[in-house]
C-alpha cells in the first residue's frame, strides 16, 4: 500500500478523530471502551470520514504516558473491528510495539507525532509493515508532553521545514518508501499561537514540497482563542466552526487531508474547496 492508495481524487481526505484515551484534551473518557470507540468510528465514516485516527495515549499539556501494553489493547481491536468492516484506519502512537500490534490488526497508515524520534525502533517498524507514514514536526525534549513553547531559531517556518527534511531522510535512510510518506508541520505541539499562525499561512511554501501534508488543527487553543478575543465560550468544541474554516482553505491550497474531531462539518468544508476548485457541485450533486 502506499499514500496514493489512500489519496482521493480531487479533494482533500477527511480524517477523523476517535481518542481511545481517558485523558484527550477534548474528548478524553468519552470512547475508552472498545465498543464505543468502534461505534464512534463507524459514526465518523457514515458521517464522511475517509480514514478513521485510532490513538491509545494522550499528548495533551500534562498528560501522563500510558504503558505501552495497555496502548496495544486500546487500539489493536478498534483497528480489527474497522479493517474488517472496510473502514481504513490510521495509528496515533509514538510506540513501535503498537505500531507493529495495529499493523497485525490491519492499519492502513502509521501516524507518528514525534517523527519516529520518540522510539528508536520506530523507523525499522514503519519500513518492515511498508505502510503509509505521517512523520509530524514537534521540537521537544521529552515527549509526552505538549505544553510550552519550543524555541525554533527565530523562525518557526524554516525550522518545520528544515526539521521535517530531518525526518523524511531518517525514515529513507531505515528503508522508508519515498511513496509512503506524509508530513504534518505539527500545529500546536510545543508552539506559540503565533507559531500556528505563521505555520498556516506558510502552508502554500509546505504544499509546494515533494511530500503530500496533513493539516492537524482540529479544536486547537490556538483556534479557540479565535472566540475567547471576542469575549465567547472557548471550549475545545467551540472551536469546531474556526477548525471547518482551516479545513476549508487548507483543503483549497491542497492539503492531502485534515485531521478532524467534527467530522460532518469539515466534511462540507472539504467538499465545498473540492466544488470550487472544480467549478462544479460535489460529487456530481444537482441542484
Not at 464505543?36 to 458521517?47: D, F, I, K, P, T
Not at 502509521?110 to 514503519?126: K, W
Not at 510550552?148 to 530531518?166: I, N, P
Amino acid at each position: 500500500m502506499r499514500v496514493n492508495d489512500l489519496t482521493v481524487p480531487g479533494r482533500c481526505l477527511v480524517m477523523g478523530i476517535v481518542n481511545v484515551t481517558e485523558d484527550s484534551f477534548s474528548d478524553g473518557g468519552q470512547w475508552l471502551d472498545v465498543d464505543a470507540a468502534v461505534a464512534h468510528g463507524r459514526e465518523l465514516a457514515a458521517q464522511g470520514a475517509d480514514m478513521i485516527d485510532v490513538g491509545g495515549e494522550s499528548t495533551r499539556p500534562g498528560a501522563t504516558r500510558v504503558d505501552a501494553e495497555v496502548e496495544a489493547a486500546r487500539v489493536a481491536p478498534v483497528i480489527r473491528a474497522l479493517a474488517q468492516e472496510g473502514i481504513p484506519t490510521s495509528v496515533d502512537t509514538m510506540r513501535a510495539s503498537v505500531a507493529a500490534a495495529a499493523a497485525e490488526a490491519g492499519v492502513a497508515m502509521i501516524n507518528d507525532v514525534s517523527g519516529g524520534l520518540a522510539d528508536r525502533e520506530m523507523y525499522r517498524v514503519m519500513a518492515d509493515t511498508d505502510l503509509p507514514v505521517c512523520l509530524m514536526h514537534w521540537r521537544t525534549v521529552q515527549f509526552g508532553d505538549a505544553a510550552g513553547r519550543a524555541e525554533h531559531g527565530g523562525d518557526v517556518v524554516r525550522d518545520v521545514h528544515e526539521s521535517l527534511g530531518q525526518l523524511v531522510d531518517n525514515a529513507l535512510a531505515a528503508g522508508v518508501v519515498r511513496g509512503n510518506i506524509v508530513l504534518d508541520p505539527g500545529l500546536g505541539f510545543a508552539k506559540s499561537r503565533e507559531d500556528n499562525w505563521a505555520l498556516l499561512h506558510a502552508l502554500p511554501t509546505f504544499l509546494a514540497g515533494e511530500f503530500p501534508v496533513l493539516v492537524g488543527a482540529s479544536r486547537k487553543r490556538f483556534l479557540a482563542a479565535v472566540r475567547t478575543g471576542r469575549g465567547l465560550q472557548g471550549a475545545p468544541a467551540d472551536a469546531d466552526p474556526a477548525t471547518a474554516a482551516v479545513t476549508a482553505i487548507s483543503a483549497q491550497m491542497g492539503a492531502w487531508g485534515v485531521r478532524v474531531h467534527n467530522v460532518p462539518v469539515s466534511r462540507d468544508a472539504v467538499d465545498v474547496a473540492a466544488a470550487w476548485n472544480a467549478g462544479g457541485a460535489p460529487g456530481g450533486a444537482r441542484g
